[in-house]
């Protein structure tokens, strides 16, 4: 049996067109994985009900409180994290242009630019 795609799209970009292409564009069975929200102010993009219903779709949201709010799943994510760092399984990717504190402003901007790739150092 093929394990059906699983899509993640960022509640910040889910904009009615990508949730509704990625619906049109998913396998039967397949999860669309919805995370992240930074203000109560966006919107909600809305559910593509006969596709889903049609294909079986499932979406699932995620918050990071999912993991932070549970003192048990939280310890089993840190030890994930450390593991896989020791073993060289994970490694981040950071961007190479950093920054000092002084130019935190300068750096900020640069975050909501979407032109860095991976995390952005602030030296303190």
Not at 29 to 46: C, D, K, Q, R
Not at 70 to 83: A, F, H, S, T, V
Not at 99 to 116: D, K, T, W
Request: glycine share 6%.
């Amino acid at each position: 049996m093929v394990t059906p795609l699983i899509y993640l799209v960022s509640y910040l970009n889910a904009s009615p067109l990508i949730v509704n292409d990625l619906a049109n564009a998913a396998a039967r069975s397949a999860t669309i994985f919805i995370y992240g929200a930074l203000s109560m102010e966006v919107n909600s993009p809305p559910f593509p009900m006969m596709t889903a219903l049609s294909k079986g779709l499932k979406i699932q949201a995620y918050t990071v409180l999912e993991i932070t709010g549970n003192p048990e799943r939280l310890e089993q994510g840190k030890q994930y994290i450390y593991d896989g760092l020791k073993s060289g399984k994970l490694s981040p990717v950071i961007d190479p242009q950093s920054f000092s504190l002084e130019n935190i402003v300068e750096a900020h901007r640069y975050l909501e630019s979407n032109q860095q790739n991976g995390k952005i150092i602030v030296t303190v």
